[in-house]
């Protein structure tokens, strides 16, 4: 710090970040593929209503956003969504072939044309949705994951891998869809095709497992006629999480399995690289990679314990070199072109940006959305990564963000106030990242901890399991003991902690405040509220039994899901808080959010409820971001007692 160092209160530090900057950096770049020698990926646009555009990355370097507003490259499949894009070099054109958020319809284009229809609009409940289309040129079709609903329910839908004509017949004829699979099973991964087109592998799994937890690989023979014949298990099982599968170039079966503890990479039953280390991870959306085949033998693979680096994997010998650069976080997307690898990938100083290593030389370099500061740096904060002790001595991963001000401190009489970050999931991470919404907190004076309580990946299935048939306890049994170690050692203000966290954090958070005396006052963002509601058909297919493994089965366990759930102990909730929700969220759907107000109205506990149209499980609008960013801001100032200018008021109602 310079000699004009300012002391003010916590919380009152004038930031030059401001809500508005935060979420016009919000989300990053995903799904990376090739068409032709050509890298292309997805991109949000928070400032065009939260929609994602598609980039070409030309040869001489010149980026391009190929689809204008309104084209929103995004899928539903199970509402998480996934990979909603594929492309190849056409007589040195590139086709594409996407799906619209909008009508969920797969569309076909060569940039510069206007995208045209591939598949119908069906009016049964959710409709027709794809994932992780895959031109095949010879076949004239593309070859993908189709979920259908079948009636007004959210379990009333299949799953099976399809053939889409590339023509456009089945534009406006269901019929013309051709299904590959019978639909015996749940839930589906896209179909990877083996080099000599012989031969198709993809993941599947059923209720009540999460694809964490346990999901099969199947192979079948593909005939000339283009259908798929004797399907068969090789791998995984109800205990058993295969994350990813593809095909080596001499036709070996590569597949990333937990069998031994940890996510590792083997080849038709044999463990390449044995390592208590995750070279895989939850399949949250379909077409995740964690590892891509190179031609020469080499397998590109993200690897590591917490965050997952970049390498390349020497199958005869198991060792792994690592590329090189300033990335310590790389996000689950994969693709590889010759000796070409381009993924997405960030640090603590930097954004996700698209990266490409030459496994020729060794050199990475950035090639799309490259990370410019919005900011001096100076304001940034400079996170300490942390391992804290919880009940009967279990280790708690953390990410800890100090107040960091280039110009400003706080008083000495007392420590600073500090947000806990509950992540979602709950089977997740805190990636260690620039988010521009912790510096928006930590340039203020509040400092941040997100904690990778147990339950979180990145660290072993013993860890990840951890929270089995304990959620509501174990998460908040590690926030709690982070917040309170950080008090004990002078980091944190121990009158003046919160907590914060969406969806399955957003539980964490509300769990927390009728669960414990911690925290001064809690953001609960979408959330879970009433198990009993959410086992019972108030939230979608994918995650309608995921309650099975966090609680217990609800017709074994009834007394669970009430003794844990929020809405049932509103009585217990006396510290102030801000509820933010969407209300198009079909995950975690309004009508929790509301159930809780209701039982909340009257007991003089100071509270804000805000709703927004047009949001769905996650926001994505920058509108909506700065609202819910300045809202939480103001809920802090309030209750630690620091002024907050230029940031809206907001009304708590008793």
């Given at each position: 710090?310079?000699?004009?160092?300012?002391?003010?209160?916590?919380?009152a530090?004038?930031?030059?970040?401001?809500?508005?900057?935060?979420?016009?950096?919000?989300?990053?770049?995903?799904?990376?593929?090739?068409?032709?020698?050509?890298?292309?990926?997805?991109?949000?646009?928070?400032?065009?209503?939260?929609?994602?555009?598609l980039?070409?990355?030309h040869?001489d370097?010149?980026?391009?956003?190929?689809?204008?507003?309104?084209?929103?490259?995004?899928?539903?499949?199970?509402?998480?969504?996934?990979?909603?894009?594929?492309?190849?070099a056409?007589?040195?054109?590139?086709?594409?072939?996407?799906?619209?958020?909008?009508?969920?319809?797969?569309?076909?284009?060569?940039p510069?044309?206007?995208?045209?229809?591939l598949?119908?609009?069906?009016?049964?409940?959710?409709?027709?949705?794809?994932?992780?289309?895959?031109?095949?040129?010879?076949?004239?079709?593309?070859?993908?994951?189709?979920?259908?609903?079948?009636?007004?329910?959210?379990?009333?839908?299949?799953?099976?891998?399809?053939?889409?004509?590339?023509?456009?017949?089945?534009?406006?004829?269901?019929?013309?869809?051709?299904?590959l699979?019978?639909?015996?099973?749940r839930?589906?991964?896209?179909p990877?095709?083996?080099?000599?087109?012989?031969r198709?592998?993809?993941?599947?799994?059923?209720?009540?497992?999460m694809?964490?937890?346990?999901?099969?690989?199947?192979?079948?023979?593909?005939?000339?006629?283009?259908?798929?014949?004797?399907?068969?298990?090789?791998?995984?099982?109800?205990?058993?999480?295969?994350?990813?599968?593809?095909?080596?170039?001499?036709?070996?079966?590569?597949?990333?399995?937990?069998?031994?503890?940890?996510?590792?990479?083997?080849r038709?039953?044999?463990?390449?690289?044995?390592?208590?280390?995750?070279?895989?991870?939850?399949?949250?959306k379909?077409?995740?990679?964690?590892?891509?085949?190179?031609?020469?033998?080499?397998?590109?693979?993200?690897?590591?314990?917490?965050?997952?680096?970049?390498?390349?994997?020497?199958?005869?010998?198991?060792?792994?070199?690592?590329?090189?650069?300033?990335?310590?976080?790389?996000a689950?997307?994969?693709?590889?072109?010759?000796?070409?690898?381009?993924?997405?990938?960030?640090?603590?100083?930097?954004?996700?940006?698209?990266?490409?290593?030459?496994?020729?030389?060794?050199?990475?370099?950035?090639v799309?959305?490259?990370?410019?500061?919005?900011?001096?740096?100076?304001y940034?904060?400079?996170?300490?990564?942390?391992?804290?002790?919880?009940?009967?001595?279990?280790?708690?991963?953390?990410?800890?963000?100090?107040?960091?001000?280039?110009q400003?401190?706080?008083?000495?009489?007392?420590?600073?106030?500090?947000?806990?970050?509950?992540?979602?999931?709950?089977?997740?991470?805190?990636?260690?990242?620039?988010?521009?919404?912790?510096?928006?907190?930590?340039?203020?004076?509040?400092?941040v901890?997100?904690?990778?309580?147990?339950?979180?990946?990145?660290?072993?299935?013993?860890?990840r399991?951890?929270?089995?048939?304990?959620?509501?306890?174990?998460?908040?049994?590690?926030?709690?003991?982070?917040?309170?170690?950080?008090?004990?050692?002078?980091?944190?203000?121990?009158?003046?902690?919160?907590?914060?966290?969406?969806?399955?954090?957003?539980?964490?958070?509300?769990?927390?405040?009728?669960?414990?005396?911690?925290y001064?006052?809690?953001?609960?963002?979408?959330?879970v509220l009433?198990?009993?509601?959410?086992?019972?058909?108030?939230?979608?297919?994918?995650?309608?039994?995921?309650l099975?493994?966090?609680?217990?089965?609800?017709?074994?366990?009834?007394?669970?899901?009430?003794?844990?759930?929020?809405?049932?102990?509103?009585?217990?909730?006396?510290?102030?808080?801000?509820l933010?929700?969407g209300?198009?969220?079909?995950?975690?759907?309004?009508?929790?959010?509301?159930?809780?107000?209701?039982?909340?109205?009257?007991?003089?506990?100071?509270?804000?409820?805000?709703?927004?149209?047009?949001?769905?499980?996650?926001?994505?609008?920058?509108?909506?971001?700065?609202?819910?960013?300045?809202?939480?801001?103001?809920?802090?100032?309030?209750?630690?007692?620091?002024?907050?200018?230029?940031?809206?008021?907001?009304?708590?109602?008793?």
């Amino acid at each position: 710090m310079g000699e004009n160092v300012q002391t003010l209160p916590y919380g009152a530090w004038p930031s030059p970040i401001d809500a508005a900057l935060a979420a016009a950096h919000d989300g990053h770049p995903e799904y990376v593929g090739f068409v032709g020698d050509e890298a292309w990926w997805t991109e949000p646009r928070p400032t065009e209503a939260g929609r994602r555009t598609l980039v070409r990355r030309h040869a001489d370097g010149r980026e391009e956003a190929v689809l204008p507003a309104p084209w929103n490259v995004r899928t539903r499949v199970i509402e998480y969504g996934g990979q909603p894009w594929g492309g190849a070099a056409v007589d040195g054109r590139p086709l594409i072939v996407f799906v619209h958020f909008a009508d969920q319809r797969l569309y076909a284009f060569h940039p510069g044309e206007e995208p045209r229809p591939l598949t119908p609009v069906s009016g049964v409940g959710g409709g027709l949705r794809w994932a992780e289309p895959q031109i095949l040129t010879t076949r004239g079709e593309v070859w993908c994951v189709l979920e259908e609903f079948t009636g007004e329910s959210p379990g009333d839908v299949r799953r099976v891998l399809a053939a889409v004509p590339l023509d456009g017949s089945a534009a406006e004829d269901r019929t013309a869809v051709r299904e590959l699979t019978d639909g015996r099973h749940r839930f589906v991964t896209g179909p990877r095709l083996s080099p000599d087109g012989r031969r198709a592998a993809w993941l599947a799994w059923d209720h009540p497992r999460m694809p964490w937890d346990g999901t099969e690989l199947l192979v079948a023979d593909v005939h000339d006629d283009g259908t798929l014949h004797d399907a068969r298990t090789v791998a995984g099982g109800p205990e058993e999480s295969i994350a990813q599968a593809d095909w080596a170039p001499d036709g070996g079966l590569l597949y990333t399995s937990d069998r031994g503890g940890w996510w590792n990479l083997h080849r038709d039953g044999r463990p390449l690289c044995t390592r208590e280390e995750e070279f895989g991870g939850p399949l949250w959306k379909l077409g995740h990679r964690w590892f891509a085949p190179l031609d020469n033998g080499l397998v590109a693979v993200l690897h590591g314990r917490g965050a997952l680096v970049l390498g390349i994997l020497d199958p005869e010998s198991g060792e792994v070199v690592d590329a090189a650069g300033p990335w310590t976080e790389y996000a689950p997307t994969l693709a590889v072109h010759g000796d070409r690898v381009v993924s997405v990938a960030a640090g603590p100083r930097t954004s996700y940006e698209v990266v490409e290593l030459d496994t020729a030389t060794g050199h990475a370099r950035v090639v799309g959305a490259p990370h410019t500061d919005a900011v001096d740096p100076a304001y940034l904060p400079e996170p300490q990564v942390r391992t804290f002790t919880g009940p009967d001595g279990r280790d708690i991963h953390a990410h800890v963000y100090p107040p960091h001000h280039p110009q400003c401190t706080g008083p000495g009489d007392r420590p600073a106030p500090y947000v806990i970050w509950a992540h979602g999931g709950p089977t997740g991470r805190s990636p260690l990242v620039l988010d521009l919404e912790i510096a928006y907190f930590t340039s203020r004076g509040i400092g941040v901890a997100e904690v990778n309580y147990g339950g979180s990946t990145g660290y072993g299935r013993a860890y990840r399991n951890r929270l089995r048939g304990q959620w509501g306890v174990v998460d908040v049994e590690d926030c709690a003991a982070v917040a309170l170690a950080l008090a004990e050692e002078g980091t944190a203000d121990r009158d003046r902690l919160a907590v914060r966290g969406g969806s399955a954090g957003g539980w964490t958070t509300a769990a927390s405040l009728a669960a414990t005396d911690v925290y001064a006052c809690g953001t609960i963002i979408y959330p879970v509220l009433d198990l009993a509601g959410w086992a019972t058909g108030e939230t979608h297919d994918f995650e309608s039994h995921y309650l099975e493994s966090l609680v217990g089965p609800f017709t074994e366990v009834p007394h669970l899901y009430t003794e844990r759930s929020p809405v049932e102990h509103a009585d217990r909730i006396t510290a102030p808080f801000l509820l933010l929700q969407g209300l198009d969220d079909v995950i975690c759907p309004p009508a929790q959010a509301e159930r809780l107000l209701d039982r909340i109205a009257g007991r003089g506990v100071p509270h804000a409820y805000i709703s927004f149209e047009g949001e769905g499980h996650g926001f994505r609008r920058a509108d909506t971001m700065i609202r819910a960013l300045e809202a939480e801001l103001s809920l802090y100032a309030q209750v630690f007692g620091f002024a907050a200018p230029g940031v809206p008021h907001l009304e708590l109602q008793p």
